[in-house]
């Protein structure tokens, strides 16, 4: 996991480096800026006779203040003078050390936000290579969750906690090592209470890490039922279920804040017990370090302005101290956002092209159905044993009950899925052995549920088709019927419709996803057919674009009006997975059965003889 995770960094080595080393920087002027507190206290408590003097300090502390500060102040300078240069080159020691904490976030943010655009674009990638099964049992709250929230969490562990850690750390070792130069017993007497320190606080680790997966789960949760209730605002108020919708989402967001509190709480235990055991440390020591100090002068084993250097350094010790021994919980909802997110990385693309796949190219023969059957588990068969033919320019009707199977068939024409048993063949060759996106490319699908995209009406019908001229769309959505409405939109063809486009009718709508289908000019046409939910006039000028749609082309339809499928070449009536009946529309009315009990159904209910239509005995 951790070196996964570190993997993120790769990229961008150069960045990391320079952060590193403002980070490095940073931990050794601001530890430095400490050490400055000896050579001022003697300055100013007159400790040396009135003028500066390192070898009353501790020997390689003396010894590096006289290869720092020894290069602006000497030993025959005047005390006023001495106190002045002191004070300036504290100033400028943490000048330096602003500046290279300004430095370290600048580059850490730069590498952040680096590695955020890359962790999307990935994760983003890999969710639209995966196939229809995964979004069919993943709800899009949380797949917009682990993309937004977890990889903000993964950023923050990746770089910002991450150079914490480390600013940390070398501000520990840092400290040890001027703490050991001044004393070596003070300094095991200072570090006796971290082991304390961070062994309490390991105990807390497996709670929290529950904690926080609940917590995210619960999050994505409240996401989701967010955006459902968003999408179908119209059938809450259609329904009046304001009332309703409310509650359910009190009762998650309740849900939701017991499981933070209850979370937050174990982590808030993390800052009073390190900084209990930081004072406790902090106690001993001026109880053994003023022992050492308060002696007559040759059995003195420190000198005060040492002392007191040794606690600010002690103290300077505990701050990242207490950080690291809670680090374990600060990083903690970042590794359960981690694991959330290779949750999606890791999902298999199940619909992988083979090596050598080939281009796809033009239709010319046949597309044949060899007894496929399909299922998404296998306790739930979807199709079994469904075997036909189509030839080029054939219209291939799909009737029969909801659940039948129909849409399953022609998303298996579409290569959404791959057959569970059984071939799919396009002139002879397996559908498995073509390129999915060549292949794909050749097709055009106009859906029953119309997605239109937050663009402009323009760019909707030129969808994801490159460089494509004005002239091109214009005639593709006259050829729609959908000229007429766009040039009414404020903007015309540059109005931009709104996510949905709830600003255009159902029909509008169709008939912009017809003029895209129309401009792609796809030999082969898979049409869900959407007019029965259209009013009268709507229908007719959807029925006229999808008639001039239809002309030249190879087509799967799912018909929901028996109506319009009586020209089909092939009707397909299926139930159960199964075709049950096969033929033109006259020769399944004339055989009986299922389909024309479907008819006979549809047509009573206008007030229609089957007669009528049909001329069937």
């Given at each position: 996991m ?24 940073f ?6 800026s ?11 408590f ?14 390689d ?9 020894g ?20 100033f ?20 952040e ?43 923050l ?18 400290t ?33 890490k ?11 949760d ?6 459902e209730t ?42 009073p ?12 020591l ?16 420190l ?28 990083i ?14 890791d ?21 044949r ?27 291939v ?9 129909k849409t ?8 959404f ?5 059984g071939?799919?063949?396009m002139?002879?060759?397996d ?19 119309t ?5 402009t ?12 001229s004005?002239?091109?769309?214009e ?22 419709l ?13 008939r ?45 339809v ?25 033929g ?33 005995p």
């Open positions: 951790y070196r996964r995770l570190l993997g993120y960094l790769a990229p961008f080595k150069g960045l990391f480096v320079l952060a590193f080393l403002a980070t490095l920087l931990a050794a002027t601001d530890t430095f400490i050490i400055m507190l000896i050579p001022f206290l003697n300055v100013i007159h400790l040396d006779g009135g003028a500066l003097s390192f070898n009353s300090m501790p020997g502390i003396g010894k590096l203040m006289e290869g720092t500060v290069q602006f102040i000497t030993t025959d300078m005047a005390l006023a003078q001495q106190l002045t240069r002191i004070t300036v080159l504290i400028f020691v943490f000048l330096v050390k602003n500046l290279f904490d300004y430095l370290q976030s600048v580059f850490v943010v730069r590498l936000q680096s590695i955020v655009k890359k962790t999307r674009n990935q994760v983003y990638g890999h969710l639209l290579e995966l196939d229809l099964r995964f979004f069919n049992r993943t709800r899009a709250g949380d797949i917009i969750r682990r993309l937004t929230a977890d990889v903000d969490q993964v950023r562990l990746v770089t910002n906690n991450f150079f914490k850690f480390m600013t940390a750390v070398l501000q520990v070792l840092i040890v090592v001027l703490l050991i130069k001044i004393n070596l017993q003070l300094t095991f007497i200072a570090l006796v209470v971290l082991p304390l320190m961070f062994g309490l606080l390991s105990r807390l680790l497996k709670r929290l529950r904690g926080d997966r609940s917590v995210m789960g619960l999050a994505s409240v996401t989701s039922h967010l955006q968003v999408m179908g605002v119209r059938q809450v108020k259609a329904a009046a279920a304001e009332k309703f919708e409310r509650d359910r989402f009190e009762n998650l967001t309740q849900r939701y804040m017991k499981a933070h509190i209850r979370t937050e709480r174990v982590r808030a235990l993390a800052n017990m390190s900084e209990l055991l930081g004072t406790l440390g902090t106690i001993i001026l109880w053994y370090g003023a022992r050492m100090v308060a002696v007559p002068e040759p059995q003195r084993v000198e005060p302005t040492a002392f007191l250097a040794f606690l600010a350094l002690t103290m300077k010790l505990y701050q990242p101290a207490k950080w690291l021994s809670r680090f374990p919980s600060i903690n909802p970042g590794i359960v956002s981690a694991e959330r997110i290779f949750e999606f990385l999902t298999p693309i199940a619909m992988i092209d083979a090596a050598g796949a080939r281009t796809f190219g033009e239709f010319r023969d046949e597309i159905f060899d007894n496929v059957s399909f299922h998404y588990n296998e306790s739930e068969p979807v199709l079994d044993d469904i075997s036909f033919v189509v030839k080029p320019g054939q219209v009707a799909l009737v029969g009950p909801s659940g039948s199977g399953t068939l022609v998303d298996l024409v579409a290569r899925y791959d057959p569970t048993r071939i799919i063949t002139d002879g060759v559908l498995r052995e073509f390129n999915a996106k060549s292949y794909r490319s050749k097709l055009g699908i106009v859906t029953q549920e997605v239109l995209f937050h663009d009406a323009r760019s909707n019908i030129a969808y994801a088709l490159g460089n494509v004005n002239e091109a769309v005639a593709a959505a006259s050829a729609a019927n959908a000229t007429e409405f766009i040039e009414r939109l404020p903007q015309g063809f540059e109005t931009v709104g996510e949905r486009a709830t600003r255009l009718s159902g029909g509008q709508r169709q912009i996803a017809i003029a895209r289908a129309i401009l792609r000019d796809p030999p082969i046409l898979i049409f869900d057919e959407a007019t029965s939910a259209l009013d009268t006039e709507s229908e007719r000028l959807v029925q006229a674009a999808i008639e001039r749609l239809l002309h030249g082309r190879t087509v799967f799912i018909a929901h009006r028996l109506s319009t499928i009586r020209n089909a070449d092939l009707i397909l009536v299926m139930e159960r997975g199964r075709i049950v009946q096969r033109t529309h006259d020769e399944l009315i004339a055989q009986g059965g299922l389909y024309r009990k479907l008819h006979r159904l549809q047509f009573e209910q206008r007030g229609q003889a089957i007669t009528e239509t049909a001329g069937a």
